[in-house]
């Protein structure tokens, strides 16, 4: 770990373990009704998102935590691990407006959509400051990424787990 990552060690070690926790948690939950979700047509799509953004999280914080990695590596990591969530957010948002139901609500659509794009974007934000050497606002966006990542990823595994039961 960097001399920069080391005070951010504490945070990443209580954010993996409790992200990795949560994350299993939304998978049992949503297992249980695995079989209604899987017949709605976005509903498996809003879910991968969920979950993959709870992945993100703890492979950012994760990765934090490794010995004697330059700062340029792990910005590339959390640039590659944003990257891998993000398409599973892009197929959520694009499977949700092919959904004839959704196509009369704009606004619902764009609300739905911030929910899940904010921690990607943040992420992406985070890494490019990192990248480009603004380690201390890159590092702290980072942080404000994971928090939000969690926040994000809670709200859409409820709006899934709430839809099965409509």
Same mark, same amino acid.
């Given at each position: 770990m960097s001399e920069a990552l080391e005070p951010w060690s504490e945070f990443n070690v209580a954010m993996v373990g409790a992200t990795a926790a949560l994350a299993g948690l939304l998978i049992v939950a949503m297992s249980v009704n695995i079989s209604t979700i899987l017949t709605s047509k976005t509903l498996p799509a809003r879910a991968a998102a969920s979950?993959?953004?709870l992945v993100l999280a703890i492979a950012v914080t994760g !990765?934090?935590?490794?010995?004697?990695?330059?700062l340029w590596v792990?910005?590339?990591e959390v640039l590659v691990a944003t990257a891998f969530a993000a398409a599973f957010e892009v197929h959520a948002v694009s499977t949700i407006l092919r959904d004839d139901l959704h196509r009369g609500s704009r606004l619902d659509l764009a609300g739905k959509s911030a929910a899940g794009v !904010?921690?990607?974007v943040t992420y992406l934000v985070g890494a490019m400051l990192l990248l480009v050497g603004f380690t201390s606002a890159g590092l702290l966006v980072i942080g404000i990424a994971t928090i939000v990542a969690i926040a994000s990823a809670i709200l859409l595994a409820w709006v899934v787990l709430v839809e099965v039961l409509r």
């Open positions: 979950i993959a953004t !990765l934090a935590l490794v010995p004697a990695q330059p792990y910005g590339t !904010l921690p990607i």
